[in-house]
């Protein structure tokens, strides 16, 4: 047995009310599945080699999304009950002396808390200690009733048992327990399922560790928010709003501006500098990354990309997977594909999309143009209506424009293609070759006048 205290995540739960064929677990919130949010909190309190999930409904499909996060997973092929998954658990939970239970759909869980949870029921040397909450309503949960002001737990009374003389009582069991390993599963073996669900409940451990002798003590969250969970649609949709309020209001604690921030989408791993603004209706989603001073207009959506310093990102943008360096500006209307790199200090325009291109320093591409597959230099002007044609009904080829390159309004670049630095593309052109340096480039038809044409057209219409 080692002392290194444990936590195990209940995961196995259907979430029957959900209606829905995913698992619980995996619903989203706040931008991440709820199990991934309740591990991160715990992997900030113990190793994650020390943190057992216990999975059952649709337990592969857990294990596959959560693979990443270096914890162990126990299943729980039956699922009858929290009792019942903590004997499933107990030959991994009882090389531990203490150890943590956690509810792995309540996402809004704190590492302080599950810190300070541990903290007290090692001091106390308690058996069982049972974290509590007092919400606005308590209707449904559990009631602890203490031993008088002290914090030892004389009972556990559920909703259904509630006696007039329980009528103030208003904090609740919320589901979190820290146990110490040696009287607990000296007795586990004792619940009954006894019950109308024909479960054996985690719950009841409480009063019979009380029958014992033991301590078992209770521990209030400063936030009853922490402890809620989601059973329904609507409730997961509740938590999302709230954490999202929570994230914007830790944002906004560190320097950046968000006006309106009700209407906005903040992702739980959205990073955000200084004196940077965050317009109504902006979306930032994944792990992106928002440098200082910056600002993001209006309607824009930015998943998983890194955005320097000074970037202006004007409305209606959306950014996925891409990087923008120092004092860059986009938009209106900009599409940045995954792969876009965007150079400091360079433009990206209305209605201009991107996808795996390196625009250098400096470098404008303000209108109506597509770059796909590209590797554009410094100092470099696309034209209105360019399009590098980077794909042949079989492969994709690379475009490179090299540095001081101006290329004019509805050109055609067709890859694999080479403007060498310092050339011109002339407007309209259709590029096939490569271009040397400080070359011009003509690829148009050349054009006929046929003077008067017109008028006999026109005349002619008018004898029919």
Same mark, same amino acid.
């Given at each position: 047995?080692?002392? *290194?205290?444990?936590?195990?995540?209940?995961?196995?739960?259907?979430g029957?009310?959900?209606?829905?064929?995913?698992?619980?677990?995996?619903?989203?919130?706040?931008?991440?599945?709820?199990?991934?949010?309740?591990?991160?909190?715990?992997?900030?309190?113990?190793?994650?080699?020390? &943190?057992?999930?216990?999975?059952?409904?649709?337990?592969?499909?857990?294990?596959?999304?959560?693979?990443?996060?270096?914890?162990?997973?126990?299943?729980?092929?039956?699922?009858?009950? #929290?009792?019942?998954?903590?004997? #499933?658990?107990?030959?991994?939970?009882?090389?531990?002396?203490?150890?943590?239970?956690? /509810?792995?759909?309540?996402?809004?869980?704190?590492?302080?808390?599950?810190?300070?949870?541990?903290?007290?029921?090692?001091?106390?040397?308690?058996?069982?200690?049972?974290?509590?909450?007092?919400?606005?309503? =308590?209707?449904?949960?559990?009631?602890?009733?203490?031993?008088?002001? #002290?914090?030892?737990?004389?009972? &556990?009374?559920?909703q259904?048992?509630?006696? =007039?003389?329980?009528?103030?009582?208003?904090?609740?069991?919320?589901?979190?327990?820290? %146990?110490?390993?040696? =009287?607990?599963?000296?007795?586990?073996?004792?619940?009954?399922? $006894?019950?109308?669900?024909?479960?054996?409940?985690?719950?009841?451990?409480?009063?019979?560790?009380?029958?014992?002798?033991?301590?078992?003590?209770? %521990?209030?969250?400063?936030?009853?928010?922490e402890v809620?969970?989601?059973?329904?649609?609507?409730?997961?949709?509740?938590? $999302?709003?709230?954490?999202?309020?929570?994230?914007?209001?830790?944002?906004?604690?560190?320097?950046? #501006?968000? %006006?309106?921030? @009700?209407?906005? +989408?903040?992702?739980?791993?959205? *990073?955000?500098?200084?004196?940077?603004?965050?317009?109504?209706?902006?979306?930032?989603?994944?792990k992106t990354?928002?440098?200082?001073d910056?600002? +993001?207009?209006?309607?824009? +959506?930015?998943?998983?990309?890194?955005?320097?310093?000074?970037?202006?990102?004007?409305?209606?943008? &959306?950014?996925?997977?891409?990087? !923008?360096?120092?004092?860059?500006?986009?938009?209106?209307?900009?599409?940045?594909?995954?792969?876009?790199?965007?150079?400091?200090?360079?433009?990206?325009?209305?209605?201009?999309?991107?996808?795996? !291109?390196?625009?250098?320093?400096? /470098?404008?591409?303000n209108?109506?143009?597509y770059?796909?597959?590209?590797e554009?230099?410094?100092?470099?002007?696309?034209?209105?209506?360019?399009?590098?044609?980077n794909?042949?009904?079989?492969?994709?080829?690379?475009?490179? &424009? @090299? $540095?001081?390159?101006? !290329?004019?309004?509805?050109?055609?670049?067709?890859?694999?293609?080479?403007?060498?630095?310092g050339?011109?593309?002339?407007a309209?052109?259709?590029?096939t070759?490569?271009?040397?340096?400080?070359?011009?480039?003509?690829?148009?038809?050349? *054009?006929?006048?046929?003077?008067?044409?017109?008028?006999?057209?026109?005349?002619?219409?008018?004898?029919?």
């Amino acid at each position: 047995m080692t002392e *290194q205290f444990a936590i195990a995540i209940m995961a196995a739960g259907k979430g029957t009310r959900l209606k829905s064929k995913r698992p619980k677990v995996l619903h989203e919130v706040g931008g991440k599945p709820l199990l991934a949010h309740v591990i991160r909190a715990a992997a900030e309190v113990v190793p994650a080699e020390n &943190i057992y999930v216990i999975i059952g409904h649709e337990a592969e499909k857990v294990r596959v999304a959560l693979a990443h996060t270096g914890v162990k997973f126990i299943v729980q092929a039956e699922q009858r009950g #929290t009792g019942h998954a903590i004997q #499933t658990a107990r030959g991994e939970l009882a090389k531990h002396q203490s150890f943590l239970v956690l /509810s792995g759909d309540a996402p809004l869980i704190r590492s302080e808390t599950i810190r300070r949870l541990r903290d007290f029921h090692l001091s106390q040397k308690a058996a069982m200690t049972i974290l509590t909450a007092r919400p606005a309503d =308590p209707t449904g949960y559990g009631r602890v009733l203490r031993e008088g002001a #002290t914090d030892r737990v004389a009972a &556990i009374v559920e909703q259904r048992s509630l006696r =007039p003389e329980h009528a103030n009582l208003g904090e609740i069991n919320s589901g979190f327990y820290a %146990f110490n390993s040696a =009287p607990l599963f000296a007795h586990i073996n004792r619940l009954s399922a $006894d019950n109308v669900h024909k479960e054996y409940y985690l719950t009841d451990m409480a009063a019979m560790l009380v029958v014992q002798g033991e301590r078992v003590m209770a %521990f209030r969250a400063d936030d009853a928010d922490e402890v809620l969970g989601g059973n329904t649609i609507a409730e997961l949709v509740s938590l $999302d709003a709230n954490m999202r309020m929570r994230k914007a209001r830790e944002l906004m604690s560190q320097g950046v #501006t968000i %006006f309106r921030p @009700e209407t906005c +989408v903040i992702d739980d791993d959205v *990073q955000i500098g200084p004196d940077t603004i965050i317009e109504p209706f902006v979306q930032l989603l994944g792990k992106t990354t928002i440098g200082e001073d910056c600002r +993001v207009r209006s309607y824009s +959506v930015i998943s998983n990309s890194v955005i320097g310093n000074h970037v202006t990102v004007r409305h209606g943008c &959306i950014l996925d997977g891409s990087a !923008v360096a120092n004092g860059a500006l986009l938009g209106p209307y900009s599409h940045l594909r995954p792969g876009s790199e965007i150079g400091e200090g360079a433009h990206v325009g209305n209605f201009v999309e991107t996808k795996k !291109v390196r625009l250098g320093k400096g /470098s404008k591409a303000n209108h109506l143009t597509y770059l796909g597959d590209a590797e554009v230099g410094e100092q470099v002007n696309i034209g209105a209506g360019t399009i590098t044609c980077n794909y042949d009904g079989v492969n994709k080829h690379k475009t490179i &424009i @090299e $540095d001081g390159v101006f !290329v004019g309004s509805d050109s055609t670049l067709v890859a694999p293609v080479k403007i060498g630095r310092g050339a011109y593309v002339g407007a309209a052109s259709c590029v096939t070759t490569d271009v040397p340096s400080d070359s011009l480039a003509l690829g148009r038809a050349v *054009q006929v006048v046929k003077e008067g044409w017109a008028r006999k057209k026109r005349e002619e219409k008018k004898k029919r």
